[in-house]
């Protein structure tokens, strides 16, 4: 988001007189009234940008004979000039501005209202950044030393030393320079080990979620001499570059070969493979790997003294394509391209082939001092290997230089072992552990020899820590002393976990640190535990002791860190719920402290805006304690006297978790509980992270079916509660959570009237196979489970009102999951959706319970009643259309910001009893209401203008039945079928029939606007007359005349197949 400056809403010459300098403290309460929405939801089409002539405001002509049967109904504008009078009247009386916040008060009860935050949150603000904190990261410079980390300034790369409080430049940016002697663009940067070097990626181009490709130079910082790693192209070849953790080596690959320049000053860099294709990845890893496993851009690892290079070999000349278009490659939203053009992957879905992954390890010691330059590669193997088809390589890392780890699970992540490998540089010995699976992170942390060294009297010689589930199911740090022992040392325990593994370990002191959701699993606090010894000569094990907090877990709060190298220093983050703040620490020592952010622009602005009110809860279903997030509308009553809509928000993917203590201000679910006056809850049900296995394992094999009922019962019981209008609640979810939204459709529990999904699974079949097999097995081992974990019946979805995005770019879930829903939708004849038109299959498709009935001669040539029949449907079909969008999109609107403007006019009024309320803030908000009468005005007039037109096409359908009867005879226009099934006469009987209801609600809105717009009704009148307002469904899809719209469409799409 961008960072656009905040500006205040109002600018007093009097600051001390201004309402926004009115504090908290002042000891007698105002209380105002709360501006209530009661529409449908915040997805709004634009209002119509369709221009009415002058005529529309005087008087109409005369109503026909057959209108004025049907019951015409005149419509005079009232002007709001009394309105503006009535107002400035009571503004001018400042002994009646204290009654009116008494009849304030005795109208509704509700909280007390705070000076502090008047302004309303908009979702321009939600776009703009208005309410985004700033975070800073640290880049800690390992190479200068502990507590260094470096800064971009005035042109300068420079380093920040903690220690001394010193700062000194590194490299002036603009000196980096391409052959052709111009400053490079810099997207990245790597200093080499002896801090002589600079590594400076530019040209950046994206590929996937973390890859990418650039241009890499080296820069030489004493010469300021900049040589390029291979000579640049565009677009860019080189996917990865690394220096080597010690020396001056870079590891490369391009053109997915794997290369490794031994200095940079060398004259040219050994290839270490050459079999590098589209199909084939040497050091980089392929998109499944790179999505669900490695969550990186490389797959090739140096050991801790850069002796040797591992690296993994990608073959997927196995796995399937898939293709998907790219309407418009460029930047520019306003480029035509004529053509589109495709992007083909390689995805592997499930029961299908996936990569097959080998593991290598260069020697370059060896090779450096061999006499032949021949290039000589270590493929690894082992007893026990998974077949290559079932094997997933779920972590590889070095923990000495001699021993490398390497992790491997099946494809249904079943089974599972960790692999060591001893002595690689000789005869290799390997051993091998079987391990609990489940969900695949990058956990395992080496300990420096050193450390290892002290901790054992000089027994053993490498150990590493991991994140492992203990048999309570929690998953929490173990240390394993040597590498191949299969029993952990347990570090943690207790009925939480432990998040993110290892932050840092401090080797002079033998802590790790960590983060964990402790004391509640919404938090997010920071520990410090010491390491145990390691001394084989005491037999007993350690015993677990409880860490030491280094934040205050008395209160509520959600903390990360970033830690130097060595742990000396850390930059601690305080992410919520209050104002993110960020410091940088010195471990150990409470006094050192270096302020990086403290966000006192958005304190600033957070006190100027409305505020929701957020709670934290647990729920209990089937037995499972469900963390819950309720965000409420600014001085919401919660007596039952006003009925607000409620909005879920689900993922609930697996190991994931929505409901926690971050910072959320300003975010589109704030904005509809203050703009819109939404309660928005979140519930983490079955299947989510963070509370222990218990809570995580019920999904495994069935997808979506604990979550939706997990979901189902917390809609329930919100709508049980006496604030919420059951009639009103509705749920939407991204990915995971989209597939989410429809499974709850699916359900059809009668609860959500609303549903919205973004991006979602639809069948678990179309997802990549690592991810989905992980959680549901093969399937063919799994072929009922797969099933009900997919969208299959879509009956229910008739009964609610359905959104549906979907980008037709998305590499990860295809726009073909939506697809699949969309054919489904048009086989069930469903259309109470907003989404993408449906995709592969025609766009109606004829009930195969309502065959074609036998060819008449009226098909074989298109006569002028076929085409003005078709040309009559086509009007209706635009007017129902229109009317809808003129009623429950413009209308609403403007009824809905009138109701509110007028509430806030009140609040006004209201605020500081006794003292005449400033013009400037009146003013505004009587202009407003007069445009939004006047918007409701054009908005009846446009709504008789469709009523007219409907009026007129249908008496001329109905003297063309009279002409047909004439020309062609009575039988023809009353029994043969114009197209599949329908007569003209049945044509004309069923489309006359719309007028009644149509007339109603051109007399039912008439009606409500005089309500709303009048000065002399109550608000809970006014209140009410929106209500019934935002009630009325879609006049379009209440099946007239058992579905004749349906089969009028099907009958004209029929006939133009046919043509």
């Not at 009535?86 to 009116?100: D, F, Q």
């Not at 979506?704 to 919100?718: M, N, R, V």
């Not at 799994?782 to 229910?796: D, E």
């Amino acid at each position: 988001m961008s960072g656009t400056q905040y500006e205040q809403l109002y600018h007093d010459e009097d600051p001390e007189e201004s309402l926004l300098s009115l504090n908290k403290d002042r000891p007698a309460p105002i209380q105002v009234r709360p501006p209530t929405y009661y529409g449908d939801g915040p997805f709004e089409a634009p209002s119509s940008d369709e221009s009415e002539d002058g005529s529309l405001l005087e008087k109409g002509p005369p109503a026909s004979p057959g209108i004025a049967e049907r019951g015409n109904t005149h419509l005079q504008r009232r002007t709001p000039a009394s309105l503006r009078l009535l107002v400035i009247s009571l503004a001018s009386l400042v002994a009646l501005s204290g009654i009116i916040g008494i009849i304030a008060a005795h109208s509704y009860v509700g909280n007390t209202y705070r000076a502090p935050g008047i302004s309303k949150i908009t979702m321009e603000h939600v776009f703009n950044g208005t309410f985004s904190a700033e975070r800073r990261s640290l880049a800690w410079v390992p190479e200068a030393g502990d507590g260094v980390f470096s800064i971009s300034e005035d042109g300068f790369i420079k380093l920040v030393d903690l220690k001394t409080n010193t700062t000194k430049d590194l490299v002036y940016t603009f000196d980096v320079k391409s052959p052709n002697g111009l400053p490079l663009s810099w997207a990245s940067w790597k200093l080499s080990p002896d801090m002589k070097y600079i590594l400076v990626k530019s040209d950046h181009k994206k590929l996937w979620r973390w890859s990418s490709f650039g241009n890499y130079y080296i820069h030489e910082i004493a010469t300021k001499k900049t040589t390029p790693l291979i000579p640049p192209t565009h677009p860019p070849t080189v996917a990865y570059a690394a220096w080597s953790p010690t020396g001056e080596s870079i590891a490369y690959v391009t053109g997915n070969d794997l290369f490794l320049l031994p200095s940079p000053s060398s004259e040219k860099p050994i290839r270490l493979t050459s079999t590098g294709s589209t199909s084939l990845f040497n050091g980089v890893p392929s998109w499944v790997y790179e999505e669900e496993i490695l969550s990186s851009a490389f797959a090739f690892w140096f050991s801790p003294s850069s002796t040797k290079l591992a690296f993994l070999i990608f073959d997927e000349s196995l796995v399937d394509e898939f293709t998907f278009p790219i309407y418009n490659p460029t930047e520019d939203s306003d480029t035509v391209v004529p053509y589109t053009s495709e992007v083909k992957m390689k995805y592997p879905k499930p029961g299908y082939a996936n990569p097959l992954v080998e593991v290598a390890v260069f020697d370059i010691e060896a090779h450096s001092s061999a006499t032949e330059s021949k290039v000589e590669l270590l493929t690894l193997n082992w007893k026990g290997r998974q077949e290559a088809n079932n094997s997933v390589i779920s972590e590889i890392k070095w923990i000495s230089d001699d021993v490398l780890l390497l992790k491997e699970v099946t494809r249904n992540a079943d089974h599972g072992s960790v692999v060591v490998f001893n002595n690689l540089a000789k005869k290799s010995s390997v051993s091998l552990t079987e391990r609990e699976q489940g969900v695949v992170f990058q956990n395992v942390y080496p300990l420096p020899s050193a450390l290892v060294s002290s901790l054992s009297s000089g027994t053993v010689s490498a150990a590493y820590l991991d994140v492992v589930p203990t048999k309570e199911g929690y998953n929490h740090l173990a240390l394993f002393s040597p590498p191949t022992s299969s029993a952990p040392i347990w570090l943690t325990a207790g009925p939480w976990e432990v998040t993110k593994g290892v932050l840092g370990v401090d080797i002079a002191k033998g802590i790790v640190y960590f983060e964990a959701a402790n004391p509640l699993s919404t938090s997010r606090h920071l520990y410090s535990i010491p390491l145990p010894s390691l001394n084989k000569a005491s037999k007993e094990t350690p015993k677990v002791t409880a860490p030491s907090a280094l934040t205050d877990v008395s209160e509520p709060g959600h903390y990360s860190a970033s830690f130097s190298p060595q742990a000396g220093f850390y930059l601690q983050s305080y992410n919520g719920p209050g104002i993110p703040t960020q410091k940088v620490v010195k471990a150990g020592d409470s006094k050192f402290e270096h302020i990086l952010t403290t966000n006192a622009r958005l304190v600033n602005v957070t006190e100027q805006y409305e505020s929701a009110t957020v709670l934290f809860s647990t729920i209990e279903v089937d037995g499972y304690e469900l963390n819950v997030k309720e965000i409420r509308p600014p001085r919401m009553d919660d007596t039952g006297r006003t009925k607000y809509p409620v909005l879920f928000r689900v993922y609930g993917g697996p190991f994931s978790q929505l409901v926690d203590l971050s910072y959320s201000r300003g975010d589109w679910h704030e904005y509809l509980a203050c703009g819109h006056s939404y309660v928005v809850v979140t519930v983490d049900g079955r299947g989510t992270g963070y509370k222990g296995r218990k809570l995580r394992n019920p999904v495994k094999g069935n997808l979506g079916f604990w979550e939706t009922k997990d979901q189902i019962a917390a809609a329930k019981i919100w709508a049980a509660k006496d604030y919420v209008d059951p009639k009103r609640i509705g749920i939407w979810g991204w990915s995971y959570g989209g597939f989410m939204s429809a499974k709850v459709v699916e359900a059809g529990a009668g609860i959500h009237s609303l549903a919205m999904s973004v991006a979602p699974v639809t069948s678990w079949k179309l997802y990549d196979s690592i991810y989905t097999e992980r959680y549901m097995n093969l399937p063919e081992l799994n072929p009922g489970g797969y099933i009900n974990a997919s969208i299959s019946n879509v009956t229910a979805f008739e009964k609610v009102n359905y959104l549906l995005a979907h980008g037709s770019a998305d590499d990860n879930v295809h726009f073909s999951n939506s697809a699949h829903l969309l054919d489904m939708f048009t086989k069930a004849r469903i259309r109470n959706f907003r989404g993408p038109s449906t995709p592969t299959s025609s766009p109606v498709t004829v009930n195969k319970q309502h065959p074609k009935s036998p060819a008449s001669p009226s098909r074989a040539i298109e006569s002028t009643y076929h085409r003005k029949t078709r040309a009559a449907l086509q009007e209706i079909r635009a007017i129902t259309e229109t009317w809808d969008d003129l009623v429950l999109l413009d209308g609403l609107k403007a009824a809905r910001s009138l109701v509110d403007t007028r509430t806030e006019l009140d609040n006004a009024l209201a605020l500081v009893p006794n003292r005449l309320p400033r013009t400037r803030l009146v003013t505004p908000k009587i202009e407003t209401m007069e445009k939004r009468i006047e918007e409701l005005d054009v908005v009846l007039l446009k709504l008789q203008k469709q009523f007219r037109k409907m009026n007129a096409v249908i008496e001329g359908l109905e003297a063309l039945l009279i002409d047909a009867h004439r020309t062609k005879g009575c039988k023809w226009a009353s029994e043969e079928p114009m197209w599949v099934t329908w007569s003209l006469e049945k044509f004309v009987s069923a489309i006359a029939g719309l007028l009644p209801p149509y007339h109603r609600s051109l007399n039912l809105h008439i009606e409500l606007v005089n309500i709303i717009r009048s000065h002399s009704v109550s608000f809970e009148d006014s209140r009410d007359a929106l209500a019934k307002w935002a009630d009325q469904s879609l006049l379009e899809e209440q099946g007239w005349e058992a579905n004749w719209e349906d089969l009028c469409v099907a009958e004209v799409e029929k006939w133009d197949s046919a043509r």
